[in-house]
């Protein structure tokens, strides 16, 4: 998989995830069950605590999506994304998704030992691969 499209895959996660909790709002306002504004920042959670579990995995996925678009795409005005990019970029998508999971399963302290662990894998592996551009 080339950085690019990772970056692709990172993208159809965040679209997964805001879907995931965006669209079982759509028949409750359509119902009239709720209405469209009940869901404001401001106000307590109306969703199901997976809901808002999703919520969460999709804005800590768009939160860390620049510095990964970032070092992909400076990578390959480089030139360096076949040598640099591409060998890492995978994994970064593949431990967003494991993170992603282990959101929407649960908020035990373990869940979040290993959300954290995966969180924090994808920063090593965005670090790596923008030091190593800096290195050549």
């Avoid at 997964?16 to 079982?24: G, R």
């Avoid at 768009?62 to 970029?89: C, H, Q, R, W, Y």
């Amino acid at each position: 998989m080339t950085g690019l499209a990772a970056v692709l895959l990172y993208i159809a996660v965040m679209i997964v995830l805001v879907l995931s909790y965006a669209l079982p709002r759509v028949p409750q306002v359509l119902t009239r069950k709720r209405r469209p504004d009940e869901w404001g920042r401001d106000q307590p959670s109306i969703d199901p605590p997976v809901l808002v579990r999703a919520q969460h995995a999709h804005a800590n996925a768009v939160e860390n999506f620049p510095l990964f678009l970032g070092v992909v795409v400076i990578g390959a005005l480089m030139g360096k994304s076949a040598t640099v990019i591409d060998p890492l970029a995978c994994f970064v998508v593949y431990l967003r998704i494991a993170q992603a999971v282990t959101h929407l399963i649960g908020t035990s302290f373990w869940l979040v030992m290993t959300r954290a662990t995966f969180f924090l894998s994808q920063i090593a592996l965005i670090g790596t691969m923008a030091w190593k551009l800096c290195q050549s």
